[in-house]
């Protein structure tokens, strides 16, 4: 994903713009609270030593205190920070936009600067796995509430972690559950509401295969054992400025409570 590249404001005459080049962005994903940003850029634009600052991203006023340490390394200076996701300013999330992006970087103290550019999302290279995902999103539990010759009906039970201290419409979730490796249901579900700052808990309906089922896991189905299960698919997160689609593979257990 990128953002749309957009016009970022007229800079005043006695603020120094650095040099052209665009920075480069990192970000590493390692934990519920908190994201690791690493900026970079020429190393001629920005001294060793202690930074402070702020950064706002497409044009917005809402700017976000940054703090680090600068080193240089192979003719770039690079600064890391951490972005703790409740300081993120709605505003952010309401211009998002799914092409690219437009930030501004502005030095504190005695000397401003400002780096001001445009990135696309596939040039923001991410530190981290998809078994992030599992910090934020993880299966509960599916049940089965009626079951019958050749279809079922089953719950799914998913906790969704939303960081951030506004909340976020799910568009839509699409989901496919299997069992033993096969496909055994499929469902989705739209219109939900992750409030801020903490786990919400997702109700999922699932229409079973109930044969299909049978023929994966028959044996601890019969036996009303449970069936270990993996639930894959999207979730659609609804923000101004476009559709978001996060995939999703979680594993769990799969009881009969028919």
Known sequence: ??????????????????????????L?????????????GPE????????????????????????????????????PVVVHYADVPADWA????????????????STVKEWTGTRRW?????DGSRDTMNEFVALDDVALTDVSLLSSEANARASVRNPFAFPLKIAQ???????????????STQGLILHPAQKNVLTLPIDVDHAALLSAAGGAVVSGG????KLTGRLVVRLKGGDVAIPIAMSGNLSDRS
């Open 1 to 26: 994903m990128t953002f749309l590249a957009v016009l970022l404001f007229v800079l005043q005459a006695a603020v120094p713009t650095a040099a052209s080049a665009p920075l480069g962005f990192v």
């Open 122 to 126: 596939k040039d923001v290279e991410v």
């Open 173 to 187: 979730m699409t989901y496919t559950l299997f069992a033993d490796g096969h496909e055994v249901g499929s469902g």
């Open 44 to 79: 001629a634009d920005l001294a060793a030593g202690p930074f402070k600052g702020s950064i706002a991203i497409n044009g917005s006023a809402a700017e976000l205190p940054v703090a680090g340490t600068v080193t240089h390394a192979g003719g770039r200076f690079v600064l």
């Open 94 to 109: 309401d211009r998002f936009q799914p092409d690219g992006f437009t930030y501004r970087l502005r030095s504190s103290g």
């Open 226 to 229: 449970d069936v270990a299960v």
């Open 28 to 40: 590493g994903v390692h934990g519920q609270t908190d994201l690791a940003v690493t900026l970079s």
